[in-house]
């Protein structure tokens, strides 16, 4: 009787810690500045996300922080006082909240994602949320020049040596002490030879999981995905027991299953369509992607449970709302959570915790007093009403020059970055 073919031995792993997580069958939420907020995840992780990663962070943002739980929402926080570039405090200065964790229902499902040039200052900035999540991963993908000047992201591609030493330092100084995992978010490079070469070299720094954006530094999000490297990199990190991760136009769960099984990768990561709509992470067969109406009053809700900052809930709902929808124009409109909940209909289910948030928040008068003035100035002196019209001018002048709107923007994408709140903190990190 012939005997029967042994089978294969199964491939080696990394071992996955025990406070850590397998990247392995999952759905992830990618990182994603402003938009993955701690309402987002929450909301992706309702709708059925496996793993939620939440923005990039830089290191430098991070070091000199202090833990503490909001008394009101028992959300963890790590806060700081801006230096002011040196100067005296003020008083009454405020603490700015530069990173929050849901403690139960993001616990074990939340990767902090980092942006580092130095590996002393990762783990220093690692060490300090590493008690409070499921892995570190660090970004070697943004191409955006605020990271790329100061050697971060896609920079770090071009600096490969540096990158290992980063990620080597992570494994001994936070992964095995924590027992978390640490993982990486690349990006395509130019040719398949030094995609192949840095994705070995990066799974033998000790790493458990790799994400594989489809891209190369110099392409866009409306530029189509690449995949014909995916299969080998799979490969090699299966080969290195490290598990893999592919990102780029993932549209929901089903496409993302079906990709996994087409290029023999661990898991996907979805963006664009998780913006535009979290309900993407809900299986067809369980209904797929829900109304945005139903998604933006649960996101709602969410935000005014964990007293989300009004100006972030408002950009979201931007990517919520179809532009196109009478909707959308009131939400731009709108000055405080009680005149969203308002335009969208939500008062009686959602009025009475928008007013106490927008006390709190002390947004509450804002378009009662800009009302009133405008009342007092056409029913009063005339020449200040003229002075109005020609402040309101050279606003809208301002308001339409392209390079005062890019300068705005960009402050506002380093704020939520945790990087331009404090003065003492270069830009070009």
């Known amino acids: 009787m012939a005997s029967a073919t042994p089978h294969a031995p199964p491939p080696p792993r990394v071992p996955i810690p025990r406070n ?23 909301l992706a992780l309702k709708y059925g996300a496996d793993l939620v990663w939440g923005p990039e962070t830089i290191d430098r943002s991070l ?22 570039g040196g100067r005296v405090q003020s008083t009454e200065q405020k603490e700015s909240v530069i990173y929050r964790i849901h403690p139960t229902r993001e616990q074990g499902r939340l990767i902090f994602q980092m942006g580092t040039s130095s590996p002393s200052r990762a783990v220093e900035a690692a060490r300090l949320v590493a008690g409070d999540v499921a892995g570190i991963d660090v970004n070697a993908g943004c191409p955006k020049s605020f990271s790329t000047s100061g050697g971060m ?41 030094k995609t192949e070469s840095l994705v070995r070299a990066l799974c033998a720094t000790g790493i458990t999981g790799l994400t594989i ?101 408002k950009f979201l709902l931007g990517q919520l709302i179809p532009g196109k929808d009478e909707a959308y124009r009131k939400i731009t409109g709108a000055k405080n959570y009680c005149e969203v909940i308002e335009s969208l209909g939500l008062m009686e289910e959602l009025g009475s915790q928008a007013r106490d948030l927008d006390d709190r928040l002390g947004i509450s008068g804002r378009r009662r007093k800009e009302s009133g003035v405008s009342e007092q100035s056409r029913k009063g002196n005339k020449s200040a009403a003229a002075a109005g019209m020609v402040v309101d001018r050279a606003a809208a002048a301002v308001a339409n020059a392209p390079t005062a709107r890019s300068a705005r923007a960009d402050r506002g994408f380093l704020h939520e970055r945790g990087g331009g709140m404090d003065q003492s903190i270069p830009l070009s990190i």
């Not at 540096?162 to 990006?187: D, H, M, Q």
Request: hydrophobic share 40%; net charge positive.
């Open 20 to 42: 850590g997580v397998d990247y392995r069958n999952k759905v992830v939420l990618a990182p994603m500045v402003r938009s993955g907020e701690l309402p987002t995840r929450l």
């Open 63 to 84: 070091i000199g922080t202090s833990r503490r739980v909001n008394p009101q929402t028992l959300v963890v926080e790590f806060t700081r006082f801006p230096s002011n």
């Open 153 to 193: 992201g896609a920079a770090l591609l071009r600096t490969p040596d540096t990158l290992c030493a980063i990620l080597s330092a992570l494994v001994k100084e936070v992964g095995n002490p924590f027992e978390i995992g640490i993982s990486v978010k690349i990006r395509l490079l130019e040719t398949r030879e």
């Open 213 to 313: 954006h489809c891209r190369t530094t110099p392409m866009r999000p409306r530029e189509r995905a690449i995949r014909d490297q995916l299969a080998m990199i799979g490969d090699i990190c299966r080969e290195a027991g490290v598990a893999c991760v592919m990102n780029g136009d993932v549209e929901d769960r089903d496409a993302a299953v079906a990709l996994m099984r087409e290029y023999g990768v661990d898991g996907a990561m979805v963006a664009t369509a998780a913006e535009s709509n979290p309900s993407c992470f809900r299986a067809r067969a369980e209904g797929g992607t829900l109304p945005w109406r139903t998604v933006v009053a649960e996101y709602l809700r969410v935000a005014l449970e964990v007293n989300n900052r009004y100006g972030n809930t």
